[in-house]
């Protein structure tokens, strides 16, 4: 796989998991700030690295479950590991201003 055709690849994943819907918060984990590495490599294998908003939050298997179904929907893609990590913790800063607007969040000066 050229570099072009995973950096497509990439960001056909990217739109695929803005389909997963966080449930506590009803918007999706892309723009949540949930999703911190999306790589594919030759063969269609692809590692995504993702968090969630606190440990122990109780959608972590669905949103991973979420993720990996997601990722597995997009042609070219023949096997997804979805990593979670906490390294660098999740805070509302990683969010997309249009995910803030959502949730009716303003920075306060700042997270």
Request: glycine letters at 16%; charged letters at 15%; zero cysteines.
């Given at each position: 796989m050229d570099l072009a055709a995973a950096s497509k690849l990439d960001d056909e994943i990217a739109n695929a998991l803005r389909l997963v819907i966080d449930p506590?918060?009803?918007?999706?984990?892309v723009d949540l700030g949930l999703i911190y590495e999306v790589v594919a490599e030759e063969g269609g294998i692809v590692t995504i690295v993702m968090t969630t908003t606190t440990k122990g939050c109780p959608a972590t298997s669905y949103l991973k479950e979420g993720a990996r179904d997601a990722a597995w929907s997009v042609p070219g893609v023949e096997f997804v590991d979805v990593r979670l990590t906490y390294e660098t913790p999740w805070h509302p800063g990683m969010m997309t201003d249009a995910a803030k607007d959502h949730l009716g969040m303003t920075d306060g000066g700042g997270w």
């Open positions: 506590e918060l009803g918007y999706n984990i």
